[in-house]
């Protein structure tokens, strides 16, 4: 199924995202103001916001293991990712805690329609037809 799919590759990549963030020079910070390191030189990064991908990496892969869970995980994170991303207009910084603006705006508007579209529009049954011999 298409949803389950969706949140184990989303799980693997938060969960490769927030690794490299930990080993990266500047993901060790705690402070949000100024942004304390850059992944990949686009995404300011710190400690709180590597774990936070980890976090939802973990959630995405214990997801995918149904489809209730996987759904929930795309709806529920797709519009967290969306309110993220508005955030990321007004409060860069979360208040001093981690750093979502400037290019994670446009990312967490992208994470938050994929995973939003995906868990919204998801049907149990789809992906899973029966083979056209067996239907006769």
Known sequence: M???RVAMVFGVVFLLVGILGLV????MSMGADPAPGMLLGMF?????????????????????RSFAG???????GGIIYLVLAIC???I??????????????????????VLAGVGYTAKEG???????AAQM
């Open 2 to 4: 298409m949803v389950k």
């Open 24 to 27: 990266s020079s500047g993901g």
């Open 44 to 64: 300011p990064i710190n400690v709180v916001h590597n774990v936070v991908h980890l976090l939802f990496g973990v959630w995405g892969v214990m997801a995918a």
């Open 70 to 76: 996987a759904k929930m995980y795309a709806q529920l």
């Open 88 to 90: 990321g207009f007004f």
């Open 92 to 113: 860069p910084t979360t208040f001093g805690l981690i750093p979502i603006g400037g290019s994670d705006i446009w990312l967490h508007a992208l994470l938050g329609i």
């Open 126 to 132: 789809m992906g899973a037809s029966a083979p056209a």
